[in-house]
């Protein structure tokens, strides 16, 4: 699914905003294409619940604001915080662009559901990376099996004789796990044979 500039854009025309909660197309809006009048009476609504909105400083513009009569073929005239309680959308068109976090907040102050608000309002999420989970050390029990089982297939595998100097007896292993397509260092080799060497030495001190 292809990324939507609605998505990651911060900012969101004030027309664009009220047809976004309206629920319209914004073009249909515009040309008055494809519309009815309850959908444009809609919109008209929420433009004005928006204009109190900026008066109140709860959606923040950025940059300039400017108004016009939409019967007057005139340039759009800045317009500042006063003078706006006039503003009726029916005859006026505002061109301004808006902070579309602080239009999330602003919803989510009037106790709007996350779910109600139009997913190109809300913030974007950062993807955090799985937690690692921490690896548990072996059980004693489990890492004395594991090691016999090892010491086992060592001696069946050197004809029943497992060399004292470990890294012997760990040349001897690595040959072996090659011929069968497995590959281990001669220092990890090496360091198993000791532990296996030590269980074993530990298991003969044990009386009987």
Known sequence: MALSPWRVNPLISF???ACLLAEVDPT?????????????ALV???????????QAERVNVIGSMSVKDWRDNGDYMPSGGQ???????????VHAQLDKRSAFNWLKALDVKDDEIPEALHPPTSIKAPKRQEE??????SKTTYLKLIEALALEAMGGDMPAEPYKA????????????????????AKVIKEVQASRDDRDSVPY
């Not at 249909?28 to 444009?40: A, T």
């Not at 008209?44 to 900026?54: C, D, L």
């Not at 760990?170 to 080799?189: F, R, S, V, Y």
């Open 136 to 141: 548990k050390p072996v059980h004693h029990r």
């Open 83 to 93: 003078g706006l309680e006039a503003y009726d959308p029916k005859n006026d068109c």
């Open 44 to 54: 008209w609504k929420w433009q004005s619940t928006i204009m109190g909105a900026i």
């Open 170 to 189: 760990a040349g001897m292993l690595q040959t072996i796990l090659n011929k069968h397509g497995l590959h281990l260092d001669e220092e990890t080799i």
């Open 28 to 40: 249909n809006f515009e040309h008055r294409y494809n519309i009815d009048d309850d959908e444009i």
């Open 15 to 17: 027309d664009d905003l």
